[in-house]
């Protein structure tokens, strides 16, 4: 079945740290790999999209990595602020239209 | 900017009862989406919609679920008779063209179920 598996289920840290989020997955067929940032209640924002042969991809203070090989994946934060305090989804598309959501990471950034 | 818009905020219906969410996509958009996220769980995809038909639906969408396209701006999902389990917050989203392209969301209707 596929899947995608999120950790840590939360996370708490201080103001200005960075942190890293941990996605794998078992999805086919593979079509791309997307973080999204969800405040509570709601929509989810895009971060970032990746295809199989991108390993990097950076948008500001997030940076995301991809290993097809191992189909993991993870979104590194950098210099945390208080409005970082979200839910982060590690989103795989599989085929054409169909995609398949992780239960995400829960980020808590204190003062 | 342009946006994904929904209506109504919060619906609340009795069990049995029809109801029909309603979503505005991006006018250029031609990709549209339904989702729905039960409250303190992951997101679910329902169904995906392109050319003024379903391209793809997941088991959850069943014969109680319906989407369509009455006009060139609205996107609408018909839930024919609510259960207490259809409770949750649904989402439209939408994009230009598949692929890895953007999908925007909405804000969500929250749909309460009683």
């Known amino acids: 079945k596929n899947q995608v598996e999120q950790s840590p289920q939360s996370l708490i840290i201080l103001e200005g740290k960075n942190c890293t989020l941990q996605?794998?997955?078992?999805?086919?067929?593979?079509?791309?790999l997307r973080w999204y940032k969800q405040d509570t209640g709601r929509g989810p924002v895009s971060l970032t999209i990746?295809?199989?042969?991108?390993n990097t991809k950076s948008n500001g203070r997030y940076t995301a990595t991809l290993d097809a090989d191992t189909k993991q994946s993870s979104l590194h934060i950098t210099a945390s602020q208080l409005s970082d305090s979200a839910s982060y989804i590690c989103?795989?598309?599989?085929?054409?239209?169909?995609?398949?959501f992780g239960t995400g990471t829960r980020l808590k950034v204190l003062a | 900017e342009p946006e994904v818009t929904q209506t109504p905020s919060h619906q609340v219906t009795q069990m049995g009862q029809e109801v029909i969410l309603r979503c505005v996509p991006i006018s250029n958009h031609l990709y549209f989406y339904w989702y729905r996220q039960i409250l303190g769980q992951k997101v679910e995809f329902l169904v995906s919609f392109y050319n003024n038909e379903i391209s793809e639906k997941s088991e959850i969408f069943d014969d109680q679920f319906s989407v369509e396209r009455p006009d060139g701006s609205n996107f609408t999902l018909k839930i024919r008779s609510t259960k207490l389990e259809d409770s949750a917050m649904y989402f439209c989203?939408?994009?230009?063209?598949?692929?890895?392209?953007?999908?925007?969301f909405g804000p969500g209707t929250r749909l309460t179920v009683t």
């Open positions: 989103v795989v598309k599989e085929g054409t239209y169909k995609y398949i």
């Open positions: 996605c794998n997955y078992t999805v086919s067929p593979f079509s791309n």
């Open positions: 990746m295809t199989f042969s991108e």
């Open positions: 989203a939408s994009s230009e063209d598949t692929g890895s392209y953007e999908q925007y």
